[in-house]
């Protein structure tokens, strides 16, 4: 069963999805989730805190989503395929990603489960890519680390386009680009 403190850190994680860090009030977090005032303060600081938890939970389950996805692959690059063809809606946005662009990120302790997520994001990738390049499928003209940046850029442009041209559809054409010039690179077919 599910604690306040889950209702609220869930709901916290909808809004950002939806509504983004600068415009979720306390108060609608607590007009969505039916939590009362105190047990909102009984748990958080504030806003800022249940954010930064909300943001490290989502980050949490998307490294988790990344790696349950990964280890159903022996090849590598079916690996990052899979993950990048993920079907996805560039009108609702990055579960996460959604919110890099307000104000508000730029605070440290805000930006920190970002910054892991992505980084952890390009960690994986880059060792998915190394491996692909070490076992002799993958050409190495672009390093392992250029190969994660481009596939996260177009996931996040993706997102990014599709959202300011309101095309659900975009982020999963920039993906499947991705993996059209990727396989251009593969030196077994």
Known sequence: MATTRDLLVETMKQLLWERGYDATSPNLVLERSGAGKGSFYHHFKGKKELA????????????????????????????????????????????????????????????????????????????????????????????????????????????VYGRAVQDGAAVNEATEGFIMLLNTQRLVR
Do not use: W
């Open 52 to 159: 930064i938890a909300a943001m490290e939970s989502r980050a949490d389950e998307l490294c988790e989503e990344f790696d349950r996805l990964v280890a159903v692959h022996s090849d590598p690059l079916a690996a990052v395929e899979a993950y990048m063809c993920l079907t996805r809606d560039a009108a609702t946005g990055c579960r996460i990603g959604r919110i890099v662009q307000d104000p508000s990120l730029e605070d440290p302790l805000l930006n920190a489960p970002l910054k892991r997520f992505f980084g952890e994001l390009h960690g994986k990738l880059s060792q998915l890519f190394l491996k692909a390049q070490t076992g002799a499928q993958l050409s190495d003209a672009l390093s392992p680390d250029q190969l994660a940046t481009l596939a996260i850029s177009a996931l996040q442009g993706g997102f």
